[in-house]
């Protein structure tokens, strides 16, 4: 019998969220335990971790992040509807609470998500081989549709969906947090179909 054989890709994200998070996964790559890194175009030092990435031959992605920070997309920076009162992306609830409400400009999230695959070809010299989303904002209903149209544009045919099997026997999860991981399942498997129209795998 042949046996089938699976690819098993651990990835580092939040690379370029700070120097010490940066040295962080640096050596965890160095010691074999992740496979590649995701990139925060939009964090303190994203710069640093592109070069990192190049000195140790790191393959490299972009984690796009909509919900912590601030924009790169200049135009947006000071009046779009991405910001809270404070000038900052609305947070990892926030976010979700604003685009229930329909309170989110999805041409916006579009531009926001196409200056940060520009920064992160300026910074690394390539356009990303995969992107997914900083705290799973991808695959969020009207953002997986944007978010898919962005990758097809760049022909970035990979991502990551986030479909956990046996979520449901992890006992040891509070139930808050579990809300929110079988939210985000949910969320994932509604967007499946969305990604594979657009040749994304």
């Known amino acids: 019998l042949r046996m089938l054989q699976v690819k098993l890709i651990v990835t580092g994200d939040d690379f370029g969220y700070c120097p010490r998070r940066n040295q962080g996964i640096v050596d965890c790559f160095l010691a074999g335990a992740i496979s590649n890194v995701s990139l925060l175009v939009n964090g303190s030092a994203a ?5 990192l990435a190049r000195r140790h031959n790191i393959p ?10 601030s924009p790169v997309c200049e135009v947006l920076k000071t009046n779009s509807s991405l910001l809270n009162q404070d000038g900052f992306f609305h947070g990892k609830m926030g976010f979700r609470t604003a685009l229930s409400k329909g309170l989110l400009n999805m041409s916006e999230v579009k531009q926001e ?12 010299g390539h356009l990303p081989p995969h992107m997914d989303g900083h705290q799973h904002v991808h695959v969020l209903p009207e ?7 962005v990758l097809e544009e760049f022909g970035i045919q990979y991502t990551r969906v986030p479909i956990e099997p046996g979520l449901h026997n992890c006992d040891w999860i509070p139930p808050s947090l579990m809300d929110f991981y079988l939210g985000v399942e949910e969320d994932s498997f509604n967007t499946v179909d969305v990604f594979t129209k657009h040749g994304i795998r």
């Open 47 to 51: 710069a640093d971790a592109a070069k």
């Open 60 to 69: 490299i992605g972009l984690h796009a992040n909509l919900s912590e920070g």
């Open 113 to 124: 998500l196409k200056a940060q695959v520009e920064l992160f070809r300026e910074l690394t």
């Open 143 to 149: 953002v997986r549709h944007v978010f898919a149209e």
